[in-house]
Nanobody, 124 residues
Framework: QVQLVESGGGLVQAGGSLRLSCAASGRSFSTYEMGWFRQAPGKEREFVGVISRSGSGPVYPDSVKGRFTISRDNAKNMVYLQMNSLKPEDTGVYYC?????????????????WGQGTQVTVSS
């Protein structure tokens, strides 16, 4: 089992940057694929990206590709989401998630563990 705690959210102007962090506790962090999702009020939880166990080949949806970067540090049990060129439509609660099963990890129901989320608000 793994526990996840996100941090780094806040209020930023459009065009700005934020770096979210997700601290994982528990055993065998490197056996989990790590994903990021976001949820705006009244909307479904949206996939933002996923990074493999080794940190190679992150996958992003078109909505954030080229602006967001996921990285991880397995020695520190940390995963990060660097967000650049932020837009008002990036506003939402951002969640990190972990899963140890070999699958695509593109949808929320493919993850076993979730953090509590951190609010990101982008003003225009």
């Amino acid at each position: 089992q793994v526990q996840l705690v996100e941090s780094g959210g806040g209020l930023v102007q459009a065009g700005g940057s934020l770096r979210l962090s997700c601290a994982a506790s528990g055993r065998s962090f490197s056996t989990y694929e790590m994903g990021w999702f976001r949820q705006a009020p009244g909307k479904e939880r949206e996939f933002v990206g996923v990074i493999s166990r080794s940190g190679s080949g992150p996958v992003y949806p078109d909505s954030v590709k080229g602006r967001f970067t996921i990285s991880r540090d397995n020695a520190k049990n940390m995963v990060y989401l660097q967000m650049n060129s932020l837009k008002p439509e990036d506003t939402g609660v951002y969640y990190c998630a972990a899963d140890s099963v070999y699958r695509r990890h593109l949808t929320p129901d493919e993850y076993q563990y979730w953090g509590q989320g951190t609010q990101v608000t982008v003003s225009s």
